[in-house]
């Protein structure tokens, strides 16, 4: 691409000079970048205005999920609580941050009196604080009574439930999800022209009912993947991942977003699509690694090699340009899933569920007692039905022997996945995503601990 997608002005490399883009933004996690389509002054406008809002408001799943960011580490998350006793302190009402380490912390000295064990507890993260705070008269007086004053680093111990709050329908993550969809978009080689209209309505001039029309909430639609989303974190051994499928239907062009395995929507990109185009794929896990750039000391030779293996072009390039995509493969490929490995994974699923059901097996063997389990899960979740057809008819099995699963999430029976979902009614959409969030803690071992409060 030869001109900047936002400001439209064709690359000079001395005004306009390229930025490497993160598609999905570095701060939550994402590791494919690209130089081809944004000039380095509307990178920074669009950190500012779209990037900044987005992260901070998905920065819970950093915290919940231990990811860290190419550059610093991960932030606090704002996190509600109810205590089994009332704090005390005095002054204004404190707010509590949840860390990365599931420790709580309040943003100025509170302390708790425990009157069985004539104790005190001070929660302070500041020494300094803490150390001034130990002077309140109230402590002292206490002091003088006899209760013992001990200094904590994490409040969790005087908690019944701490809450998170998300709005997963917000501008600020539509708007956030369709920047994602048009970069991938552009990184697939998607003409700009195609794209030209929802650039200017969802990301120059943000048109909210346009931007809520285009950006949906996915559903599961077949029965494929009703099973494979129900208790998809203990089948999905990438779980939390992010994922990017870009497809087309005629003159419709759709990606699918997925952010942590939990926030997951439909783009719809153009109403005009031209070209022709096929299926695009990205997954990526979302955990760090080791590897640092800047131990690499390898030569002209270590390039030529390492480029022939990631199928980097090497001739006639300049060596600096060939060893920063060097390097950046080798950051990514630790990161990137094989789009192959899902769809081997809801065949898998599928497949073994009917063998089971056919064969009658009876209740005692571990993995076949989990795999029913899931499938009365989605029944009563998602309207699962494959069972109960099965059971009806065994010659239903047949159809799912040679099944093709390549179309999962994209289309069903010849109509696109999007428009299917979006026949489902809002309020089994909010159900669906509230589920979605109550998995992502479940996955940690953390939904008696915590809950997400859905704006």
Known sequence: ???????????????????????????????????????????????????????????????????????????????????????????????????????????RPIYFVNEEERRVSVCCSVPKKAKVFMRNPELSKLKAQGYEVVLESDMTQFLVQGSLRINHESTVVLRGVAKIAIEYALHCGVDFSSLRGFKADLIDRCEEEKLRSAVVQYYPTTNEEKLYETGKFRHEDWYPNHQLFLFSDGPDLYCYVELFGAIQKYVHLSAHFLGRLEVQKYLQRVQSWNFDPSDWYGGPKDLHMFAGQFGIPFTGRPLEDVQKDV?????????????????????????????????????????????????????????????????????????????????????????????LAGRVTPDERRKYAAFRLYESLCSIGRENEIAFLSE
């Open 327 to 419: 390097l950046h493969r080798a950051e990514t490929r630790a990161y990137e899933i094989d789009a192959d490995a899902q769809i081997d994974k809801v065949r898998n699923l599928v497949q073994l569920l009917v063998q089971f059901v056919v064969s009658d097996i009876p209740a005692g063997f571990p993995s076949v007692d989990a795999l029913l389990r899931k499938a009365a899960d989605a029944k009563s979740g998602l309207g699962f039905t494959l069972v109960d057809r099965l059971k009806h008819d065994m010659r239903y099995a047949l159809q799912w022997v040679h099944a093709d699963f390549s179309q999962f999430r994209i289309q069903s029976e010849g109509e696109p996945a999007p428009r």
């Open 1 to 107: 691409m030869n001109i900047c997608y936002v400001c439209e002005n064709p690359f000079d490399g001395e005004e306009i000079k390229r930025h490497e883009e993160h598609v999905i933004p570095n701060a939550i996690g994402g590791r494919l970048t690209s130089y081809e389509f944004l000039c380095e002054g509307c990178g920074v406008d669009l950190a500012d205005s779209i990037d900044t809002p987005f992260n901070d408001h998905l920065q819970v799943f950093s915290v919940l999920h231990g990811i860290s960011r190419d550059r610093g580490v991960s932030k606090k998350a704002a996190i509600e609580v109810i205590s089994r006793v009332m704090p005390q302190g005095g002054g204004k009402a404190p707010t509590y941050s949840l860390n990365s380490d599931f420790t709580v912390i309040p943003d």
